[in-house]
């Protein structure tokens, strides 16, 4: 599974680095970020809950 975070509609808000950090992080410029080109099989359920909790639905899962 892949998971893109679309940066032009980011804004930085980190829920998804605060809900998953294996997979997500904040970036120098302060947007959230993947950290992983794969995501682990043991956290797929995970980030697809995080790409519902985006507020502004920037993550994007395949």
Known sequence: MKVFIDEDICRGHGVCAAECPAVFGISDD?????LVDEVPAD???EVRTVSGHCPER???VE
Do not use: D, P, R, S
Request: hydrophobic share 45%; charged share 20%.
């Open 30 to 34: 302060g947007y959230g970020e993947v």
């Open 58 to 60: 920037a993550i994007t």
């Open 43 to 45: 956290l797929e359920a």
